[in-house]
């Protein structure tokens, strides 16, 4: 019903930057949030940010306030995850999820992107 795709990982150094993006396409209407996920190697899946479709509204994991910044263009159906000052442990897959409402929990988005790679060197 739903399908996305990211773009945009790769690897960089860290204090660098790198930006993600996200198409979504197929029946979106009725998802108002779409976010971003990452997942390292042994570590449990963790909530990064996101955001509402319908008024903006965004949220962040603790650990990327102040260096992460979520955007999206609704005419596009696209999100954006701007990814400043990165540093070694935020390197792991990222993925891109739609649903109904804003959430921090996995399970209550109900699409899933593929995932991109994102590794931060030092």
């Known amino acids: 019903q739903v399908q996305l795709v990211e773009s945009g990982g790769g690897l960089v150094q860290a204090g660098g930057s790198l930006r993600l993006s996200c198409a979504a396409s197929?029946?979106?209407?009725?998802?108002?949030?779409m976010g971003w996920f990452r997942q390292a190697p042994g570590r449990e899946r963790e909530f990064v940010a996101a955001?509402?479709?319908?008024?903006?509204?965004?949220t962040y994991a603790d650990s990327v306030k102040g260096r992460f910044t979520i955007s999206g263009d609704n005419a596009k159906r696209m999100v954006y995850l701007q990814m400043n000052s990165l540093k070694p442990d935020d390197t792991g897959v990222y993925y891109c999820?739609?649903?109904?409402?804003?959430?921090?929990?996995?399970?209550?988005?109900?699409?899933w992107g593929q995932g991109t790679q994102v590794t931060v060197s030092s």
């Open positions: 999820v739609i649903g109904r409402i804003m959430t921090r929990m996995a399970a209550t988005y109900d699409y």
């Open positions: 955001m509402t479709r319908s008024s903006g509204v965004t």
């Open positions: 197929g029946r979106t209407f009725s998802k108002n949030a």
